[in-house]
């Protein structure tokens, strides 16, 4: 696995690009580094470098339970959700950033040949409803259980505006016809599943097959084809690169 030992280069790789690497690498948790598969040091750069040049519209931050979006974030471009033919809404007042709602409607189109109709059920939350969301799931359920379940304020993906909860919302909607959908097309369009079964010492949170945050195509067949399809190890490579800087 990477993070123990980088293979040699095929193609082109610089000697800066190569410790850059090697550095980002040394920030990763140990969990992260092998889930990064073996390869070329240069195809993946090639790849990498291809991902970062497409993030034209801020999609690959980190927001986990250790890396909040700053005080008063509200992502740019947001706009409201409203009844079409592509996908159905759960209620009036969601909303999504403009990327990721012409992204739903790609997929949503997609869906219907296939006979599936998307619900999104939960979209875009402010700082402000995410309290509301939190505080209720502590008091329903008690800290422990809402901390595997849902975001603390500031620390919710759902605040970036690139994140549709779809049908139920629960563990059953897995063995629904949509569920089933997605796992094996949503990365095609561009979404990502934020929070696989196993992964919850990565992640930080149980299973949500509902949960899915769009990325991007091409960080879609990156995360596929280099961290086990796993978003929160892509991620956490991402913000290690970055901060390598």
Known sequence: MWGVIILPAQNAVSPAETQKLRTALTLLPERTRQGIANGDTGEFLEDFKAVLAGDRDDLLRLVDKTHALPDGYQPPDTVPLVKNNFYAISRDNLALRKP???????????????????????????????????????????????????????????????????????DAFADTGAGKWLAAHAGEYGWSLSFPDGYEDVTGYRWECWHYRYIGVTAAAFQKKWFSNIQQFMLEFINAWRAST
Request: aromatic share 8%; glycine share 8%; proline share 1%.
């Open 100 to 170: 990721a709602e012409q992204a739903l409607r790609l997929m949503g189109a997609a869906a219907q040949k296939d006979g599936i109709t998307l619900l999104a059920s939960s979209t875009y939350r402010s700082y402000d409803y995410q309290v509301t969301v939190y505080n209720r799931n502590v008091r329903l359920s008690g800290k422990e259980t809402a901390d595997r379940e849902s975001a603390q304020p500031g620390k919710s993906q759902h605040q970036l505006g690139t994140v549709v909860d779809f049908g139920s919302i629960s």
